[in-house]
């Protein structure tokens, strides 16, 4: 059984061609996917991604659950309306998924989780929420638009009542505000995104999101399909569940130090497996790869390396540096010369630091 | 819709095969394949010299999507390769069945030219791919 978004018809008129995505029946491009690439890093464009799970935490303990569910310290959430990118982990320090947690009330946060992972995620905060005694109620009713771009924020601030614009304005990185739409639709504005570009992730109800992704394309943002999204977030260096972590992975090894909160007391699940895994030594890293020559990293690929093989994780062309660029896991240690087999040659590939592209811009180093 | 150019024979797997007036076959993807695929950015074109047989895989392209092995529709000798794809793959998307053509065969048995599809019966085999 597929799910559709609300805008599965509208992606259809679009002549999208349309792909299975964890279940759901998604556009991949509407045209050329370097072209809604492109639109992106130099202008706007938006992405259906009402597939993803919103997922509405309740109850006085709500934080204290938190802390307990997820490796990231909500406590770093002082403000009313900020945002944390995290993992929640299994009792081994595997990442059960990667996600976003918004602060809206002391006793109402709201999750956003993916979508392949959304039966299992649901299990596992459900089994932990209880002895909180927070109410757990996913939100289907609503869709999801990420407008992403440079002039992302002043097309959607546009759209906007004219007395609610200079508050869209003013909200700062990684934060959420509710506020009135277009023709009066209620929306949730979060300023996130999977693109490495500046732009809004909005919520809005089902029965608005047509309207507003019509708005949109009049004022000239770019419909972007799913492959657009996946060459734009690999090369701002941000990781896809299921490609480059899984439960059998932990932070450690997917690059995911940084969300990782060792804080004093504070008794996350996972905890244990994480701290014991950095006292005996983490046994393999993520790193970044690029490919001078001709061709494309892919998943999968094998990895040769002085210090033993790994594989290519997420991979592909990268349309902003016109060559390809990979994540690859592999062992810790001397790397020494790395080559990657593709179709039995053996290519050589750079280890570089990511993000690949900031700004819209390669980082130093990339590109020769 | 049925744009393909009818002096063309076609493989299932979406090669196009052009007997030349000189006899030679010349071979690139279906439009319909460029259009599955999407986005081109590398091919890996065969070695001027080889000698594969039907249905070998003789080259690669690349889409940002995915890998695709590219079939020889006949067998022969590879003679000539398009080595303007290298630097602008894309051209296969533009024009699937002119410029972007791939590779030219001396064929070595053009009994097999009978066993490809005729563009109609091909159009059939893409449409069925879309669904």
């Known amino acids: ?32 996917q370097i072209e809604e690439h492109h639109a992106v890093r130099k202008g706007a464009g938006m992405f259906d991604v009402s597939h993803m799970t919103v997922v509405d935490l309740t109850g006085e303990r709500t934080r204290d659950f938190l802390r307990k569910l997820v490796a990231n310290n909500v406590d770093k959430l002082a403000k009313p309306g ?13 990442v059960v998924d990667d996600l976003i947690v918004y602060f809206l009330r002391e006793d109402f946060f709201r999750l956003v989780v993916n979508a392949a992972t959304r039966v299992n995620d649901l299990a596992w905060i459900e089994k932990h929420a209880g002895e909180f005694g927070v109410s757990v109620r996913e939100r289907p009713e609503f869709g999801m638009i990420a407008v992403q771009g ?30 009135e739409g277009p023709n009066g639709m209620p929306l949730f504005l979060a300023r996130t995104g999977y693109t490495g570009e500046d732009g809004f992730e909005v919520v809005v109800p089902n029965s608005r999101v047509v309207e507003l992704w019509k708005l949109l394309h009049e004022a000239g943002v770019a419909p972007a399909g799913l492959g657009a999204r996946d060459t734009l977030r690999l090369e701002a260096g941000m990781n896809l569940y299921g490609q480059d972590m899984d439960e059998s992975v932990t932070p450690w090894e997917a690059a995911l130090a940084w969300t990782i909160s060792l804080d004093e007391g504070r008794d ?34 094998k990895v040769l390396t002085a210090a033993g093989e790994g594989e290519i994780l997420s991979g592909g062309f990268a349309p902003t540096l016109g060559k390809s660029v990979a994540f690859a896991r592999v062992p810790v240690g001397e790397l020494g010369d790395v080559r990657v087999d593709i179709r039995g040659k053996a290519v050589p590939v750079r280890v570089v630091k990511f993000p690949f592209v900031r700004d819209g811009q390669p980082m130093p180093g990339i590109v020769d | 819709m049925n744009d393909i150019p009818g002096d063309l024979k076609f493989a299932k797997s979406h090669e196009w095969a ?48 995915a890998a695709s092995d590219i079939y020889t529709p006949v067998s022969g000798e590879v003679i000539e390769v398009n080595t303007a794809l290298s630097d602008k793959p894309e051209t ?14 001396k064929i070595s048995d053009k009994a097999e030219l009978d066993e490809l599809l005729t563009p109609d019966d091909y159009a059939q085999v893409a449409e069925n791919d879309d669904h």
């Open chain 1, 1 to 32: 059984m597929t799910d559709k978004t609300e805008l599965n018809a509208t992606h259809r008129e679009l002549g999208a061609r349309m792909v299975d995505f964890g279940g759901w029946d998604m556009p991949i491009a509407y045209g050329s």
């Open chain 1, 82 to 94: 900020k945002a944390l990118y995290t993992c929640m982990l299994n009792e081994r320090g595997g």
């Open chain 1, 150 to 179: 440079p002039t992302a924020r002043e097309t959607l601030i546009g759209l906007l009542p004219e007395d609610v614009r200079e508050k869209a304005g003013k909200l700062g990185k990684f934060a959420a505000i509710e506020i």
């Open chain 1, 268 to 301: 996350f699940i996972g905890r244990a497996a994480l701290e014991q895994q950095k006292a005996t030594g983490v046994p393999r890293t993520m790193v970044g790869l690029v490919m001078d020559e001709k061709g494309v990293l892919r998943h999968g690929q």
């Open chain 2, 18 to 65: 052009r007997v030349e007036e000189d006899g030679t076959v010349t071979v690139g993807i279906s439009d319909h394949a460029q259009s599955s695929l999407g986005d081109l950015v590398y091919v890996e074109l065969p070695e001027v010299g080889a000698t594969p047989k039907q249905g070998d895989g003789v080259a690669v392209v690349e889409s940002v999507k």
């Open chain 2, 92 to 105: 296969i998307n533009e024009d699937a069945f002119g410029r972007g053509w791939i590779f030219k065969l």
